[in-house]
């Protein structure tokens, strides 16, 4: 029996987007879903029980940079990532490899590994596919990312395919290094950049190990929109129905109808807290920059449909006085806000799927938010 399995509910008979719910060691959560990104074991600006306030079900922390501060002794003493920050939803851990790959000329990739050099001090490391499942082990998170090579874009064909081979060698070695399969489920990575029959090959090779879920990665890499659709198209369909279905690093609310309509589960960005601590937030109406000196009246709420903390209490003007005066409190109501919009978001979606109209969500929700 896998450590994270996969419940499938309710198709919609107007998109066929699936509505579902995963099971893990530490709670189960609702599908489509969005995961807060809590890169270095927190969320930007948010404590767990706010966390919990806005129905964040599971976020995510990263291996990369858990290893190099505070490092993966210390968070393994203090009882695995759970205890150590205080949170007792399921957490995802990304293997590190989309960091390690973006460090670009810091590092040099071989058939054994990756040596880079630290982002923070210079100082050299060396990553395998067996060195990144220690991590994670140590780590302890519900689940956990095999090390792939994230392939940039654009991308040769030659070097797409040696990238997507690589990346399945490593995912068995992945498999054979996972020391703790009864609490910790071990995710594929499919790759193939922008190359309809890559795609597919990866989805197959990784389909033969059987993972207890897979993930799409390497797109939203700065390919065309279209680019990414075609992507999902031709793999999603390739996957177990019986397992969950993961597309790394998308949170814009385009990317999460559209990713939802063709058969995405999960989905996890930074977009909604980074944007929040420059200014920008989400709303049903489109984006607004709330720095703008339009603002410097609006004492209305940012989001209108909105039933966040920041919407049900504050003015656009007081959040803009805030933030110009860098207040860090202004950050914070813009993060929750960004947060909370796209878990409710994702609860819409889920709702359309059960009422089988995600087809209509998504016209009126493109319309209004002033997508083409």
């Known amino acids: 029996m896998s450590a994270v399995t996969y419940e499938l509910i309710k198709k919609c008979k107007q998109t066929g987007a699936r509505l579902g719910r995963v099971h893990t060691p530490h709670g189960s959560f609702d599908t489509p879903v969005f995961m807060p990104v809590g890169t270095q074991a927190t969320v930007k600006g948010m404590s767990p029980d706010e966390l919990k306030t806005i129905e964040a079900k599971i976020i995510l922390s990263n291996t990369y940079h858990l290893y190099m501060r505070?490092?993966?002794?210390?968070?393994?003493?203090?009882?695995?990532?759970?205890?150590?920050?205080?949170?007792?939803?399921?957490?995802l851990t990304d293997s590190g490899g989309f960091q390690v790959f973006s460090l670009s000329d810091l590092r040099n990739i071989k058939e054994e590994?990756?040596?880079?050099?630290?982002?923070?001090?210079g100082s050299k490391h060396f990553i395998s596919p067996e060195k990144a499942i220690e991590i994670e082990n140590d780590l302890g998170a519900d689940i956990?990312?095999?090390?792939?090579?994230?392939?940039?874009?654009?991308?040769?064909?030659?070097?797409?395919?040696?990238?997507?081979?690589?990346?399945?060698?490593?995912?068995?070695?992945?498999?054979?290094?996972h020391k703790r399969p009864d609490d910790q489920a071990?995710?594929?990575?499919?790759?193939?950049?922008?190359?309809?029959d890559l795609r597919i090959q990866s989805a197959n090779e990784l389909i033969e190990l059987d993972f207890p879920g897979y993930a799409i990665g390497g797109l939203s890499v700065g390919e065309p929109a279209e680019a990414m659709y075609e992507m999902?198209?031709?793999?999603?369909?390739?996957?177990?129905?019986?397992?969950?279905?993961?597309?790394?690093?998308?949170?814009?609310?385009?990317?999460?109808?559209e990713g939802a309509i063709r058969g995405i589960d999960m989905f996890d960005c930074v977009l909604p807290t980074r944007i929040g601590r420059n200014g920008t937030v989400i709303t049903s109406q489109g984006k607004v920059i709330i720095r703008d000196a339009i603002y410097a009246r609006d004492y209305s709420s940012l989001d209108p449909n909105c039933d966040c903390y920041t919407c049900r209490n504050f003015s656009r003007a007081y959040i803009r006085h805030l933030l110009k005066s860098q207040e860090v409190l202004g950050i914070r109501l813009t993060t929750w806000h960004n947060l909370r919009f796209l878990i409710k978001l994702m609860e819409n979606i889920r709702q359309a799927i059960m009422e089988d109209r995600l087809g209509d969500f998504r016209k009126e929700f493109f319309s209004a938010f002033g997508y083409k």
């Open 232 to 257: 999902l198209e031709c793999t999603v369909p390739m996957l177990p129905e019986d397992k969950p279905r993961y597309l790394m690093g998308v949170g814009s609310p385009d990317y999460l109808i």
């Open 70 to 91: 505070p490092g993966q002794d210390i968070v393994k003493e203090a009882g695995g990532l759970h205890q150590f920050m205080n949170w007792d939803r399921p957490i």
């Open 144 to 177: 956990i990312m095999a090390f792939d090579e994230c392939t940039p874009y654009p991308a040769e064909y030659e070097y797409a395919k040696n990238s997507l081979e690589r990346t399945t060698r490593w995912a068995k070695r992945c498999k054979e290094a």
């Open 186 to 196: 071990l995710f594929g990575i499919v790759q193939g950049s922008t190359f309809k």
């Open 113 to 121: 590994g990756v040596t880079f050099k630290s982002h923070i001090d």
